[in-house]
């Protein structure tokens, strides 16, 4: 009778596992996804994307938009005609004044109906979370609609249902709110049921325009949205809004809104049939098999089978094409695949087969493994010996079986500790024994060897029988030291690298501060090594490491550590207990340690190093501080101090992070717009007549004021945003200068230029673009030069300053004499004039000397057809006396300040223009 029931058995047997387990899912959706490609559909056409594409995003340039081109975008779908807009983009924060203001004009006069996204998000409190709606800004929301477009992910990672809104509570009222697919479908369904999306509808035949063309108003666009309702989102990949659907594809999730849109127009709103329809399925299935298992052979119980899957598909078919009804087909399916198994089973001698595959088996792979596979008698005696043992210890099958284990052991001795005690082994069928061992092997050739194995024991016929997996493990002990020394030295110069020194400084401190003892880190760094790698090339500059890499480890030898850290940086790690005098000492000795030439193999080379210094625990309380600080020493020391040494002090760390907060609020200076341009007069010494203005580059800080030059220009000059400041700074006082022009002032203004400016992008073609948008006359630019600027690149500076001319703007040497080969510069470059600096101007009436500076200049300058400016006047005998000495243009603090452009115009245009009217008058 058992015998009789067991196929219908194993059946409802498999389907309670499967059911229990949840594994039917897989199926189950793997058959919806099919009748999506077997009842495959175009969109209605009513629902169309308009498409924040690539295409988009790079023609607009920024992101997120401001909200002056939604504005701008929604303005145009009404030009177009559309019906209702959806947007899938975020409004519920505030962005800048103009684009909030310029997106609620342009809600206030849309003629449709526009929705704004909601979405819910977690809020976190304390250890509690609860759900918070995000909804559009409450201007926004008084003129559009809001509905929610949070999407379901289902647990196999795809989105497949879409509910139709959701009760939320309001001011302490509960309020159903729609979510953008109902309202682009115009639902009035008041319920918060959720639906299975129809993927069957193509979403490749939903009408789709890119943002970009219809903000640009394109006709064919635009015709394409008449009388539409349209939803607005990201399509573009690099946003992120993209999920997975069935069938394997990936959609943007403004077009999943649409097809969900689209699912309650075509009333393709798919819905689960219930799960009495399932189990009356399987137990019409069970009472079919009851009835014809004994009365139909196994081919036409297997044929039966085959038609009744296929017409339960069928069916469901149907139902899914005609009343949008989902039918859950996997486990009636799953019933049938168990019934067709069972048919097999039911034909075969099952345990005869399981004693043959199990025999098979275990001779395939005891034969063909490459580990040894060797098994024992309960004593201890080899019977079975695989030719991945012959491998291993060299011993032929006939030479080893019937011996004892023991044999295969370096010391020969005893394997009691090896094998798993018999008192544990008795009681089963089958143990894993004892846990992996490792041992010392020896071959037939007398070679030992570390050994892996893992033992087994069983209870056979003839008693208790052991199995053993052997491994010969030397190979991977080997690549194991050789891993592990990889992961602690560096392979170029043998040293230990970054990580073990800081495992090894890490001791040390413990050490230290246990024998209340110090730690002292040095860090070195050869000097102009990257010239070395340029000149004499790559190869040279590793064996200048390795040397110097011997030669610090020969000095330091077993008192301390030597570790390369990067590059050229080498670290040198003592207590301070083994050095034997004052730590200043110890750096002194190792920079004189590399005054002799390092040995480079055909040839010497010599290299100086700069040491920065840190000692714990003043200079670091742990490992990372101290190669911080020590680091942050040699930079301190290549900087103010190259070839010697710097000890680290608190005050070294104040000022980086000083530097590093001024960086950051000079980067928020360029985007707040606090810099300002002043503008300092530059006259005519003879009749004081202003003939140009210098612009100065000032920052109005929000707290502080106005910035002096001093304590933000250095900061500028070596930061990233030095480009941009240069740029922001020439732009600017071009437009000035023109503003100026169109006045009727013909005011030459001079610019300074930056390294940076010659160092990124064509200087010259910006500055002939620059002249060209804002119509300022080349003769009224001044480009004002540092020796800084001439030192780098010769060839490269020389041409720029060629097409800058051409195009008719003046170059002036400024800071002229300060540096250390200014005359020759005067040769090489084509210069306008120069500016002498005010170093000499200052005590050019109480020193010789520099009277003497100054006339030679002006005279050089005449003679070599240059204009000069002397900088920094500050009083009429100055004036007087330079103009004696032949130089005709000054500026300084006695002809004025440098001030704002409208005190500029009001102080010396303002007078220049009453001069000329008089002038015209007599």
Partial sequence: MFRRFMPHILVVVALLTVGLSGSYELLSHALVDLRFRLDDRPASGEIAV???????????????????????????????????????????????????????????????????????????????????????LPQFEQLAWSAFVNIEVARDGRVRSYALGEFCET?????????????????????????????????????????????????????????????????????????????????????????????????????????????????????????SWRHLSAARRALLIAMISIVIEAVALVLHDRYALVFDTSLLQIALIAY?????????????????????????????????????????????????????????????????????????????????????????????????????????DGEVFPVEASFSAWQGADGLQYGVILRDISVRKREAERIRYLAEHDTLTALINRNTLQTD??????????????????VIGLDAFQEINDMLGHAFGDSVLRAAAQRLRAEIGSMGRVARLSGDEFAVAIPCSAIGGTVAEL?????????????????????????????????????????????????????????????????????????????????????????????????????GHVIGAEALIRWRHP??????????????????????????????????????QLAGHDIRVGVNLSPSQFQSGDLAAFVSKLLTVTGLSPGLLELEVTEDILLHDEPGVLQTFNRLQALGVSLVFDDFGTGYASLSYLKKFPLDGLKIDRSFVRDVLTQADDAAIVGSTVSLSKQLGLSVIAEGIENQATADFLLRLGCEHGQGYHFGRPMPAADFARQFLAMDATDQRQAGAA
């Fill in 587 to 687: 750096a002194g000795h190792l920079s004189q340690l590399f005054e002799s030439p390092l040995e480079t193999g055909a040839r010497q080379q010599r290299v100086k190093v700069s040491l920065g210094v840190a000692v714990h625990p003043d200079g670091g309380h742990n490992a990372d501080e101290l190669l911080s600080n020590a680091h942050l020493a040699l930079c301190r020391a290549k900087t103010d101090r190259r070839g010697s040494h710097v000890i680290f002090e608190s005050a070294i760390r104040h000022e980086l992070e000083q530097r590093l907060t001024l960086e950051a609020e000079l980067a928020l200076a360029v985007e707040r717009e606090e810099f300002e341009l002043f503008y300092q007069p530059q006259v005519e010494l003879l009749h």
């Fill in 171 to 291: 001011g302490g009222r509960r309020t159903f709110l729609q979510t953008m697919g109902a309202f682009l479908a115009g639902s009035d369904a008041v319920k918060d049921n959720a639906f299975l999306v129809d993927y069957g509808i193509d979403p490749s035949s939903l009408p789709k325009v890119s943002y970009v063309d219809v903000l640009r108003g394109d006709e064919t666009a635009l015709a394409r949205l008449k009388d539409k309702r349209v939803i607005v989102g990201a399509t573009a990949i690099e946003l992120g809004d993209y999920y997975s659907v069935p069938n394997g594809r990936v959609l943007p999730g403004v077009v999943l809104q649409a097809l969900a849109a689209e699912s309650i127009i075509q009333h393709r709103t798919l819905l689960a049939t219930s799960t009495a329809a399932t189990v009356a399925g399987l137990l019409l299935i069970v009472m079919i098999m009851l009835a």
């Fill in 505 to 522: 400084l890490a001791a040390m401190i413990e050490t230290a501060d246990a024998a209340s003892d110090q730690v002292v880190l040095l």
């Fill in 50 to 136: 308009v498409a924040i594409d690539p295409r988009s995003i790079e023609a607009i340039g920024v992101w997120p938009w401001p909200r002056t081109q939604h504005a701008r975008l929604l303005e145009q779908l009404q030009r177009a005609g559309v019906r209702d807009v959806a947007f899938d983009v975020d409004f519920s924060t505030p962005s800048d004044a103009a684009g909030d203001q310029a997106f609620l004009n342009a809600l206030q006069n849309a003629k449709g109906s526009v929705v704004l996204p909601a979405f819910k998000q977690l809020d976190a409190a304390g250890k509690d979370t609860s759900i918070h709606v995000n909804r559009p």
């Fill in 340 to 444: 067709l198994a069972a048919t097999a089973l039911d034909e075969i001698d099952f345990r005869g087969l399981l004693r043959h595959v199990a025999e098979s088996r275990f001779e395939r792979i005891a034969m063909s493994i490459g580990d040894g596979l060797v098994c024992t008698d309960q004593d201890k005696r080899i019977t079975v010996w695989n030719p991945g043992a012959v491998a291993i210890f060299g011993y032929g099958a006939d030479e080893i079986i019937g011996q004892p284990f023991a044999r295969l052991r370096a010391d020969g001795s005893d394997t009691h500790d090896l094998f798993p005690r018999q008192e544990a082994a008795l009681p089963a069928t089958l143990l894993p024994g004892g846990a992996t061992v490792e041992f010392d092997g020896r071959r037939k």
């Fill in 703 to 740: 707290t502080r004021g106005l910035v002096p030059p001093g304590d933000f220009i250095p900061v500028v000059n070596t930061s990233p945003l030095s480009e941009a400041v240069a740029t922001w700074v020439m732009a600017t006082a071009c437009r000035q200068a023109r503003d100026w």
